[in-house]
């Protein structure tokens, strides 16, 4: 796989699985209003995947469902922070999308300005709507700040939170999330999974797996 | 808090009262507004209104049953239509 496939596969694995992980919170949200907004956010991060996937499969002479479905967890390019199963937890569900989102944007910026004109016309578009999830994990991480399960949970989160983005991005993440990323943190970084990758793999591609090769 | 929200589904269409969003603060329901009522392209722009800053008028006096400041019965289209041929404005064909 080349380096532009492998790109791609990795950002569009992360907003997949965050996204799959986020809607896990649709219909037990919080309030009726941060449910309907979650589930939004979570529905635009598996679209954007998907525009990501429709790139790689150019590239990989694949099809964008195969790309998403058939691959076995292993083969996954995400980053482990998007894996976690958080579903029992606001304060850390939270610490991931403000982290994530803070992480994603760095990486994203890069790409607008990349060379690779079409993947940066694609970044543009993918930022316009992620404006408003920033929003959303801006304004959720101020409320939050000071509760003690909330800082507990970014710090926690923070070494996923570096295996997110390039290694020359992660002191300009460190600057944008105030912590520190010594070089004795140990990084979960792309490359290993989870063990709850496997488990969402499984019910991500439940009824896909059940007719192998159907058209839905 | 709670913000009164006003949606417009159309450029030069009138806001018209969506419903209402608690939130705990402007940001919050900026975010959750946005989501709740124009996730699906149904607005085109929204007015959030702080339920405080509503100014209120639900008591009426009409003690002495003053009718005829009502327009019930009466008819303003024949008066209308005889003014319009007074003054040539006539439409060609009748509304």
Redesign the interface.
Same mark, same amino acid.
């Given at each position: 796989m080349n380096e532009r496939a492998r790109l791609l596969l990795s950002i569009a694995d992360d907003e997949l699985i965050v996204g799959w992980r986020d809607s896990e919170w649709t219909g037990i949200a919080p309030?009726l209003?941060?449910d309907?907004?979650f589930s939004?956010?979570a529905q635009n991060e598996i679209g954007h995947a998907r525009a990501l996937y429709e790139l790689a499969a150019k590239e990989l002479d694949s099809d964008p469902d195969a790309l998403a479905f058939d691959r076995a967890p292993d083969e996954y390019l995400c980053a482990p922070l998007v894996e976690l199963d958080l579903t029992d937890d606001w304060a850390k569900t939270i610490a991931r999308r403000h982290l994530y989102e803070l992480a994603d944007e760095l990486r994203i910026r890069a790409l607008i300005a990349s060379d690779d004109r079409e993947l940066a016309g694609l970044a543009a578009k993918i930022d316009r709507e992620e404006v408003?999830h920033r *929003?959303?994990a801006? *304004?959720w991480a101020?409320?939050l700040r000071d509760e003690p399960r909330f800082r507990a949970a970014v710090d926690e989160l923070w070494p996923y939170a570096l295996g997110v983005v390039a290694p020359a991005q992660r002191a300009e993440l460190a600057r944008r999330v105030g912590l520190s990323d010594d070089s004795s943190l140990t990084v979960f970084g792309r490359g290993e999974h989870t063990p709850e990758l496997a488990e969402l793999w499984n019910e991500m591609t439940e009824v896909r797996r059940s007719v192998p090769g159907a058209s839905w | 808090m709670i913000f009164e929200v006003f949606r417009r589904e159309r450029k030069g269409q009138p806001f018209a009262h969506a419903g209402s969003? !608690?939130?705990? !603060?402007a940001?919050?329901a !900026?975010?959750?507004a946005?989501?709740?009522y124009g996730?699906r392209g149904e607005s085109e722009a929204l007015w959030l209104v702080p339920r405080d800053a509503v100014h209120q008028i639900t008591e009426w006096a009409d003690e002495f049953d003053l009718k005829y400041r009502r327009v019930d019965g009466y008819s303003i289209k024949e008066r209308l239509r005889v003014a319009r041929e007074r003054a040539g404005t006539a439409p060609a064909v009748d509304r």
């Amino acid at each position: 796989m080349n380096e532009r496939a492998r790109l791609l596969l990795s950002i569009a694995d992360d907003e997949l699985i965050v996204g799959w992980r986020d809607s896990e919170w649709t219909g037990i949200a919080p309030t009726l209003e941060e449910d309907v907004a979650f589930s939004s956010i979570a529905q635009n991060e598996i679209g954007h995947a998907r525009a990501l996937y429709e790139l790689a499969a150019k590239e990989l002479d694949s099809d964008p469902d195969a790309l998403a479905f058939d691959r076995a967890p292993d083969e996954y390019l995400c980053a482990p922070l998007v894996e976690l199963d958080l579903t029992d937890d606001w304060a850390k569900t939270i610490a991931r999308r403000h982290l994530y989102e803070l992480a994603d944007e760095l990486r994203i910026r890069a790409l607008i300005a990349s060379d690779d004109r079409e993947l940066a016309g694609l970044a543009a578009k993918i930022d316009r709507e992620e404006v408003y999830h920033r *929003m959303h994990a801006q *304004m959720w991480a101020a409320r939050l700040r000071d509760e003690p399960r909330f800082r507990a949970a970014v710090d926690e989160l923070w070494p996923y939170a570096l295996g997110v983005v390039a290694p020359a991005q992660r002191a300009e993440l460190a600057r944008r999330v105030g912590l520190s990323d010594d070089s004795s943190l140990t990084v979960f970084g792309r490359g290993e999974h989870t063990p709850e990758l496997a488990e969402l793999w499984n019910e991500m591609t439940e009824v896909r797996r059940s007719v192998p090769g159907a058209s839905w | 808090m709670i913000f009164e929200v006003f949606r417009r589904e159309r450029k030069g269409q009138p806001f018209a009262h969506a419903g209402s969003i !608690d939130a705990p !603060d402007a940001s919050f329901a !900026d975010a959750w507004a946005r989501e709740q009522y124009g996730r699906r392209g149904e607005s085109e722009a929204l007015w959030l209104v702080p339920r405080d800053a509503v100014h209120q008028i639900t008591e009426w006096a009409d003690e002495f049953d003053l009718k005829y400041r009502r327009v019930d019965g009466y008819s303003i289209k024949e008066r209308l239509r005889v003014a319009r041929e007074r003054a040539g404005t006539a439409p060609a064909v009748d509304r």
